[in-house]
């Protein structure tokens, strides 16, 4: 496994593999890897004949009062893991070599980021999208793997590479989650463990949202006020937000009847730990 710390080397490896006639999948990463990374890694080996895992905590992507500086951070451990799984190449930059001086572009969506996670971190996905643009062009993949724990990221990226002709495929994966249903996240080693034994209230009220909508509720406020409910059981947690919307255009959905398919997500705070989940519903 090679390891690049700098654009050119990257480039050139890249190159290196491409002339022998192999297809390049690309998994970006903030590092702190955990089953559900490794995960992608599988899938974009399954797509391609070469590997590249980013590690990056992007700056750009972060707000003043978030946990930029704080984010778990184990490089030996994350280089270990890329290895057992057959990455070919890790880069892992500087935030120096990404942003020589700041960026005087920026990337502003419409209606996607509205809501959900976009309205309550203003500017999250505009720095997604610029880190995602300078990796897309440093590696230019042929494929890329993104999981649907984050599922908002996903849409905007999906028809960010629509929108701006990006030769790459996007590859959708589902949530690795641990064997009680807490979705895996770099995040959850912020949990005490009386919040982890709570964290597994996220789960149960995505399950809780399936169980209603298959016993034919339509009501996406009823819902929302049982999933409230059930976390509300939970002592540490802090619901942010709840919401079930539409997967195409991630809009606020009243009722279930006109929709085929919902995608229902939340995000909830334990402590300093901002913890999200979501699942996607076909409405029969
Ligand atoms: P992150 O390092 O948190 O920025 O995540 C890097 C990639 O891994 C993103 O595409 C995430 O959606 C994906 N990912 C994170 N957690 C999970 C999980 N539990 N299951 C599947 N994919 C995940």
Redesign the pocket.
């Known amino acids: 496994m090679l390891l690049t710390r700098t654009i050119a080397e990257t480039r050139a490896v890249i190159a290196d593999a491409r002339t022998q006639g192999k297809r390049i999948g690309f998994?970006?990463?903030?590092?702190?890897l955990?089953e559900?990374?490794l995960?992608?890694i599988d899938i974009a080996k399954g797509h391609s004949d070469f590997v590249v895992v980013s590690i990056f905590v992007n700056p750009t992507q972060f707000s003043p009062t978030e946990d930029f500086a704080k984010y778990p951070r184990d490089f030996e451990r994350d280089r270990r893991l890329c290895e057992s799984r057959g990455t070919d190449l890790i880069f892992a930059p500087e935030v120096s070599e990404i942003y020589p001086e700041r960026s005087l572009i920026t990337l502003q969506i419409e209606k996607l980021a509205d809501r959900l996670c976009g309205m309550r971190r203003p500017g999250h996905f505009n720095g997604v999208l610029l880190v995602v643009s300078k990796l897309f062009n440093i590696v230019q993949p042929n494929v890329a793997?993104?999981?649907?724990?984050?599922a908002q990221?996903?849409t905007i990226i999906k028809r960010f590479v629509q929108d701006l002709n990006f030769p790459v495929r996007i590859i959708a994966?589902?949530?690795?989650?641990e064997s009680d249903g807490l979705?895996?996240?770099?995040r959850n080693i912020y949990l005490s463990p009386e919040q982890r034994a709570q964290s597994t209230v996220l789960y149960q009220a995505l399950q809780r949202a399936k169980t209603l909508i298959e016993a034919g509720q339509r009501d996406a406020q009823k819902i929302v006020l049982e999933m409230q409910q059930l976390i509300a059981t939970a002592s540490e947690a802090k619901i942010d937000y709840i919401e079930i919307v539409s997967v195409s255009d991630l809009q606020p959905v009243k009722r279930l009847d006109g929709e085929r398919q919902v995608l229902i997500a939340l995000a909830v705070y334990f402590g300093r730990a901002r913890l999200i989940d979501n699942i996607v519903l076909k409405i029969s």
């Not at 793997?145 to 984050?150: A, I, N, R, T």
């Not at 979705?183 to 770099?186: I, K, Q, V």
């Open positions: 998994v970006p990463t903030m590092g702190y955990h559900g990374h995960k992608l793997v993104f999981g649907q724990k984050d990221q996903l994966a589902p949530t690795v989650r979705a895996m996240s770099s």
